[in-house]
């Protein structure tokens, strides 16, 4: 099931394809507008370097993605969570000729910048040549999604086309509904890969795909007057977004009587969570998903069992998908036995290539097999037992946080820019199995007369230019050194006794 053949199918139907609050678009719609901006795009670059999209939900960000691969072309999702630095950073990167700019900041560098308004003049054209010879093939770049990266440099992880459809040949059997079901959320961001789910498999299987923006996610009360309107079947997101939504009573079956399935990814999922689910939609299938941004949306899956919720352990993350091959290695190399735990490296169709331009990053994660297959090493601890995973910890200091991953060390690094931080360090707390916040340890390279909390306001508001809000610590807390270790390196041990 490849996403422009299946629209091609859809290419005059009048189904809503997209609804964003009181706006839709058809699939008739979706498609002519993907075209004419096709169109555009192959008149005004020069190259096939990747289109760069500044915005958050917006309808036409998705007109955009799909252009983009009608050209041949792969995209890049930059969510208005990240600053501006951030997008320039990676328009360096990838020496992009076009950003579609959906934001309300503006712009300026070596590209062209086009907005909606420009967007809507171009698809006022009537008439345009079809781009189907042009379409991305089997090993093209279909889209780059930039990461955290330890160096405080993003991290541009490439998904191709054979990447893409060996995902979705696997996961579409788990995502299977009813007959009459119809309305998907998007909540996701397109910054994070679990977004390909409703985009790579709903919509080409002729679902309307329901957007919740930025906005609505900072006001219950806008989100929950939406969500009563939509008519959701399936609910896809990380198990701290719907943790947040469950808290309150109003969110059950009566607010949402078609929600038959929630497709839950990015974090670890707890049985506390579940449990409050299922009293809510009795019926209702929860499928834990687990997989890095390199391996495709999702390398492993499976869904909740009522044995599995009795078990003393945690909940599995599941088989992985077929035709995978993996290996769990101790930290000497040696393969862990059955329950003892490991880091779990992936063979697999659904494996990235690498970073994009990054080749010194590419060597220490990635690896070929001796038949030229790409393999993976996740950096997760986990161990196996009676043919299911089970998530342990992460291997180095990468943590995922609302579905976001991010490197402490990244943020490390940015904190350290700001002219009156001598050194800092970041660690998570964590809270039910999972990373509920971060916390930063600084020390201050001028001694400051201000109240702490003054200083760690300031702190944030730097920070804040830097890098996306997603990544500023909760907390903050100011050292006036910080504690060592026999071997002369900070305690981290000690540090996490001042939480």
Not at 118 to 134: F, H, L, M, P
Not at 157 to 173: G, L, M, P, T
Not at 175 to 182: D, F, G, P, T, V
Request: proline content about 4%; charged content about 30%; aromatic content about 10%.
């Amino acid at each position: 099931m490849w996403l422009l053949e299946e629209l091609e199918k859809l290419k005059c139907s009048k189904q809503p394809a997209i609804i964003h609050r009181e706006n839709s678009i058809t699939f008739e719609e979706l498609w002519n507008r993907s075209e004419l901006i096709a169109e555009y795009i192959e008149k005004n670059c020069k190259s096939d370097s990747p289109i760069l999209i500044y915005g958050n939900k917006e309808t036409d960000i998705v007109s955009v993605m799909i252009a983009s691969l009608k050209t041949g072309r792969a995209y890049s999702p930059v969510d208005i969570t990240y600053p501006i630095e951030r997008l320039y950073k990676i328009a360096s990167i990838t020496k992009c000729e076009i950003v579609f700019n959906f934001s309300n900041f503006s712009i300026n560098g070596n590209f062209k910048v086009i907005d909606q308004n420009q967007i809507d003049a171009i698809c006022s054209k009537e008439g345009y040549e079809s781009s189907k010879n042009n379409w991305v093939k089997k090993d093209d770049i279909c889209y780059i999604l930039f990461t955290s990266g330890s160096t405080g440099e993003p991290k541009g992880v490439k998904i191709s086309r054979k990447n893409i459809e060996n995902f979705v040949s696997w996961f579409k059997d788990d995502c299977k509904l009813s007959e009459s079901k119809q309305v998907v959320i998007n909540q996701v961001s397109y910054s994070f890969d679990v977004s390909d789910i409703p985009l790579y498999i709903y919509l080409p299987m002729g679902k309307t795909l329901f957007n919740i923006d930025k906005a609505m996610l900072d006001n219950t009360k806008e989100l929950f007057y939406y969500l009563q309107k939509s008519d959701l079947s399936v609910w896809i997101s990380t198990p701290a977004f719907l943790e947040i939504c469950s808290f309150d009573d109003k969110f059950n079956s009566k607010m949402l009587p078609s929600l038959e399935k929630f497709i839950l990814a990015g974090e670890v999922l707890t049985k506390k969570l579940v449990r409050n689910i299922k009293s809510k939609f009795e019926n209702s299938v929860v499928i834990n998903g687990y997989g890095p941004t390199e391996g495709t949306v999702l390398l492993a899956s499976c869904e909740i069992s009522e044995e599995m919720m009795k078990s003393e352990k945690s909940l599995p993350i599941g088989k992985l998908l077929p035709g995978a091959k993996y290996e769990i290695t101790k930290e000497d190399g040696t393969l862990a036995k059955s329950t003892e735990p490991g880091e779990l490296v992936v063979v697999s169709e659904s494996i990235s290539s690498g970073y994009y331009k990054n080749k010194e990053q590419t060597d220490k994660a990635f690896f070929k097999t001796e038949d030229g297959k790409v393999g993976y090493k996740t950096g997760d601890l986990v161990f196996e037992e009676n043919g299911l995973l089970y998530y342990v910890a992460r291997k180095d200091f990468q943590i995922k946080l609302n579905g976001f991953r991010i490197e402490l060390d990244d943020i490390a690094s940015n904190l350290n820019k700001i002219p009156f931080i001598s050194s800092s360090i970041v660690m998570p707390v964590y809270k039910e199995e999972r990373v509920g916040y971060t916390l930063a340890f600084v020390t201050l390279s001028e001694k400051t007369e201000e109240p702490n909390l003054k200083t760690c306001i300031r702190i944030k508001n730097e920070l804040r230019k830097l890098i996306p809000s997603y990544m500023i610590p909760r907390k903050i807390k100011i050292l006036d050194m910080f504690p060592l270790n026999t071997n002369g390196k900070i305690d981290r041990k000690r540090l996490m006794e001042e939480i």
